[in-house]
T-cell receptor
Framework: ETGVTQTPRHLVMGMTNKKSLKCEQH?????MYWYKQSAKKPLELMFV???????ENNSVPSRFSPECPNSSHLFLHLHTLQPEDSALYLC?????????????FGQGTRLTVV | GQNIDQPTEMTATEGAIVQINCTYQ??????LFWYQQHAGEAPTFLSY????GLEEKGRFSSFLSRSKGYSYLLLKELQMKDSASYLC???????????FGAGTTVTVRA
């Protein structure tokens, strides 16, 4: 039990599909994040939310759309993706945005775009 | 921005010691994290260094030299379950963002 739960664990979607990734944290944290992890590459920060407000959007294509309805839930809506978007998408949360605050990660959603 | 380098792969024998180096070139610095990630699982926090020196936690130790832009993670008395990817991450001085290295895959052999 990591405290951060992501669903689904695996997703295969066509380039014309629309799907959503879900993240839920049970830790009472105020900040949530989406990261992209591609093989042999560093984790890339995509979005950051603090107290349900987006504080970071790292030049992510508009085909990725985040939503944070409350401090416990974070979604990543996907549409018209490209094959190069295939990757592991990790959600994380932290108590706040403090400099020494560790992030707790979910197990990720393995996304394959065909 | 941050440029973070760590070796891609390392192999060691059960019971041995392995040292994973991480070098960084940053526009600012507010701490360095090490995470462990087993295949198909979430990264889990191992250590945080913000001051120079060695932090020890059981079989794992992490060292930081800010003047050299250098850290290492030391794994002692290696066990098979230590086979995983180890991620080095640096926090920028002026914000909360973590920049990650590509990870070092450690394989422990019997």
């Amino acid at each position: 039990e990591t405290g951060v739960t992501q669903t689904p664990r695996h997703l295969v979607m066509g380039m014309t599909n629309k799907k959503s990734l879900k993240c839920e944290q049970h830790l009472g944290h105020n900040a949530m994040y989406w990261y992209k992890q591609s093989a042999k590459k560093p984790l890339e920060l995509m979005f950051v939310y603090s107290l349900e407000e987006r504080v970071e959007n790292n030049s992510v294509p508009s085909r990725f759309s985040p939503e944070c309805p409350n401090s416990s839930h974070l979604f990543l809506h996907l549409h018209t993706l490209q094959p190069e978007d295939s990757a592991l998408y990790l959600c994380a949360s932290s108590q706040d945005l403090g400099i020494d605050t560790e992030a707790f990660f979910g197990q990720g959603t393995r996304l394959t775009v065909v | 921005g941050q440029n973070i380098d760590q070796p891609t792969e390392m192999t060691a024998t059960e019971g041995a010691i392995v040292q994973i180096n991480c070098t960084y070139q940053t526009s600012g610095f507010n701490g360095l994290f090490w995470y462990q990630q087993h295949a198909g699982e979430a990264p889990t926090f191992l250590s945080y260094n913000v001051l120079d020196g060695l932090e020890e936690k059981g079989r794992f130790s992490s060292f930081l030299s800010r003047s050299k832009g250098y850290s290492y993670l030391l794994l002692k008395e290696l066990q098979m379950k230590d086979s995983a990817s180890y991620l080095c991450a640096v926090r920028d001085r002026d914000d909360y963002k973590l920049s990650f290295g590509a990870g070092t895959t450690v394989t422990v052999r019997a």
